[in-house]
C-alpha cells in the first residue's frame, strides 16, 4: 500500500521543524509495514526550495545540504511525474480549498488517483481538507 506524503514532512527529518519526531516516526513505521512512500514529482522542487532558504539564511552549508541529500536519498520515496489527468484534479482540488495555486492540490490529487491517504505537515491544509470531509487528509502532528 501507498502513502503519499508532501514535501513538509521531508523538510521535517531535515530541519528542526515542530513535527520532526513524528515525522521521523511514521516514515519509520510505514517502512517497517512495508508501505511504499510517495509523492508527486513536485516534492523535490519544494523540498530544493527549503534547502536554499536554509542556507541563504546561513542554517546550512553546502558540506551540511550534501548530507541532507544523502539523508533524503535513503527515505526512498516514489516520485510520480504529472498527467494531463492529474492536473485536471489538481486544479479542480484547488478551487474547492479556494486555493489560488494548485500545489497543495497536486498532493491531493494523487492520493486521490491511487485511493490512499495523503499525510502532511502543513496543519492549514488538513484543517481544509477536513472542512471538505476528506477523512483520508492527515496532519503529521495528529496522534
Known amino acids: 500500500m501507498n502513502i503519499v506524503l508532501d514535501a513538509n514532512i521531508m523538510a ?4 528542526p521543524l515542530p513535527y520532526s519526531h ?20 513536485l516534492w523535490e522542487y519544494e523540498l530544493i526550495t527549503v534547502l536554499r532558504r536554509a542556507t541563504a539564511q546561513g542554517l546550512l552549508n553546502q558540506k551540511l545540504v550534501k548530507q541532507i541529500f544523502q539523508k ?8 510520480v511525474w504529472p498527467t494531463e489527468a492529474l492536473h485536471q484534479r489538481a486544479l479542480i482540488w484547488a478551487d474547492r480549498l479556494g486555493q489560488s495555486r494548485a ?12 485511493g490512499t491517504d495523503l499525510w502532511t505537515g502543513d496543519r492549514r491544509l488538513a484543517n481544509a481538507a477536513a472542512r471538505l470531509g476528506l477523512s483520508w487528509v492527515h496532519w503529521i502532528g495528529e496522534d
Not at 521535517?12 to 530541519?15: D, R, S, V
Request: glycine content about 2%; aromatic content about 6%.
Open 12 to 15: 521535517a527529518i531535515i530541519l
Open 22 to 41: 513524528a515525522s521521523e516516526k511514521r516514515i519509520s513505521t510505514w517502512k517497517l509495514e512495508g508501505k511504499i512512500l510517495t509523492a508527486p514529482v
Open 72 to 79: 533524503v536519498k535513503t527515505v526512498n520515496i516514489e516520485s
Open 103 to 114: 500545489y497543495d492540490a497536486q498532493y491531493l490529487a494523487l492520493a486521490e488517483q491511487i
